[in-house]
């Protein structure tokens, strides 16, 4: 097209109607940007969120793990005396009935 086929009224509608389509174009554009860093913000303070809980679900985890291994520390403890304490019964058990030899019955009685 050569100049002189468009007059100037032409010329300075098309220019207000492109800057006005690029104005838009570029309003949509600073929206979705804003739209987008919001969405990342939302995202990364959920993912922070998630992170917190999973320490803290570790830390009380860890917690209860601790706990189980000292009650289970002081049932070996009780296990381990009963034991010991069924052990002398016994013992007591077969002085009475004299199924030990009269040593081994003079040795238990005198370390008692």
Same mark, same amino acid.
């Given at each position: 097209? @050569? &100049?002189?086929? *468009? +007059?100037?009224?032409?010329? %300075?509608?098309? %220019?207000?109607?492109?800057?006005? &389509?690029?104005?838009?174009? $570029?309003?949509?554009?600073?929206?979705?940007?804003?739209?987008?860093?919001?969405?990342?913000? !939302?995202?990364?303070?959920?993912?922070?969120?998630?992170?917190?809980?999973? +320490?803290?679900? !570790?830390?009380?985890? @860890?917690?209860?793990? +601790?706990? $189980?291994?000292?009650? !289970?520390?002081?049932?070996?403890?009780?296990? +381990? #005396?009963?034991?010991?304490? /069924?052990? #002398?019964?016994?013992?007591?058990? =077969? *002085?009475?009935?004299? /199924?030990? $030899?009269?040593? @081994?019955? =003079?040795?238990?009685?005198?370390?008692?």
């Amino acid at each position: 097209l @050569e &100049s002189d086929d *468009i +007059d100037e009224g032409d010329w %300075v509608g098309r %220019v207000r109607a492109l800057k006005k &389509s690029f104005n838009k174009v $570029s309003e949509k554009l600073v929206a979705s940007e804003k739209a987008r860093k919001e969405e990342q913000k !939302q995202s990364e303070k959920r993912m922070n969120n998630l992170e917190t809980k999973l +320490d803290e679900t !570790q830390k009380t985890l @860890e917690t209860k793990l +601790d706990e $189980s291994k000292e009650t !289970q520390k002081t049932l070996e403890t009780k296990l +381990d #005396e009963a034991a010991k304490e /069924n052990k #002398e019964v016994k013992d007591m058990l =077969r *002085i009475l009935c004299g /199924n030990f $030899s009269a040593d @081994e019955k =003079r040795d238990r009685l005198l370390n008692e």
